[in-house]
């Protein structure tokens, strides 16, 4: 199956806030807003908005609050925010993501989801990753502080900051803890505009089997050799860009959304034993209970007839069996 259609399924069929999107710089460089006349540009953020203000209202200060109100004066908050508008972010962002990840500083995801009036949080690591809160979406930004916004009062809210580094700080942080978390339980990771350049994030990819049939890299329609061999180690190459990204989202029916689909990144499935295991021996419980080492007949065999004497039966597991059955948990 080709990696777009794979994509495009996982999408689809984890669509109820599953899938997780990291977007890098490549995200929002290639990004087009619209001019008052109508032509489009690239989205100005950090310092070329402040050039771009100064140039279009023939100003001296470097201050970003007050260059805003100036050219708001001019043009109007519609104005303002048509300017900053970007067709392609709005539709990715505005998929039911579970969580945003993003090395970025600047505002264009808020900006996307605030054209859609939808609700966001914003965290940075100087924050709690205990106080994230899913009733909106959580956007995560490891490398920089902005603060939230919304249609209304974004020009007075968003604060633009150099862009830092992912740094090992954060890797060792209780940040980087969730973000391996959440790279290993998601079923489907999208790294838009990313070129994977820490090395705590590569390592994080390569640790679980399987989990390169489920990390997609969204990158441009021409890449150098040395990026592409290196993304290929951990999940598939889409040369597709932002755009690409957006038509198949948008091509994805979301107006009646499935209902979660079971994803058991810890699990493993038992299936019945494929012949018939031998009885067990001293060997065997001693590599079980000094390496946890156990041979799958043997542990099927032992519950499917319910024999515990390799496994446990416990009234929470079923409790907890039921509850994944019924979408409880």
């Not at 104005?79 to 539709?91: C, M, N």
């Not at 989990?211 to 061999?229: A, D, H, N, P, Q």
């Not at 209970?289 to 499917?304: E, H, I, K, R």
Request: net charge negative; charged share 25%; with cysteine.
């Amino acid at each position: 199956m080709e990696a777009i259609d794979r994509l495009t399924i996982l999408m689809r069929t984890y669509s109820a806030r599953q899938c997780l999107l990291f977007a890098g710089a490549g995200f929002s460089a290639g990004a087009t807003s619209h001019n008052l006349d109508g032509s489009q540009q690239n989205v100005p953020t950090g310092r070329r908005l402040v050039k771009f203000f100064k140039d279009t209202l023939a100003e001296d200060t470097d201050d970003l609050s007050a260059l805003s109100d100036l050219y708001q004066d001019e043009h109007g908050e519609y104005g303002l925010f048509q300017l900053l508008k970007t067709p392609a972010q709005i539709s990715i962002s505005n998929y039911p993501w579970k969580e945003i990840y993003t090395t970025n500083y600047d505002n264009v995801i808020e900006l996307s989801l605030s054209a859609k009036n939808k609700s966001f949080g914003i965290y940075n690591p100087n924050k709690r990753p205990s106080d994230v809160d899913y009733r909106t979406l959580p956007i995560v930004h490891i490398n920089g502080y902005i603060e939230s916004a919304d249609f209304k009062d974004f020009r007075e809210e968003i604060k633009l900051t150099d862009a830092q580094y992912f740094s090992d700080d954060f890797s060792r942080s209780a940040w980087g803890e969730r973000f391996r978390n959440d790279i290993i339980t998601s079923p489907c990771i999208v790294f838009a505009g990313y070129s994977l350049y820490d090395l705590d994030v590569a390592r994080v990819l390569n640790s679980f089997e399987g989990m390169k049939e489920r990390i997609f890299f969204i990158v441009g329609e021409t890449v150098s050799r040395s990026l592409e061999r290196k993304l290929s180690q951990f999940g598939s190459i889409l040369p597709i860009g932002v755009d690409g990204l957006m038509e198949l989202i948008n091509g994805i029916d979301l107006s009646s959304p499935a209902p979660p689909s079971l994803y058991l990144s810890a699990w493993e499935k038992v299936s019945p034993p494929t012949s018939i295991p031998r009885a067990l021996r001293d060997i065997d419980v001693i590599n079980f209970l000094m390496s946890g080492s156990v041979d799958n007949d043997q542990f099927a065999d032992d519950l499917y007839k319910k024999n515990y004497l390799i496994s446990i039966n416990r009234d929470s597991t079923d409790y907890i069996v039921d509850n994944i059955n019924r979408h409880k948990l």
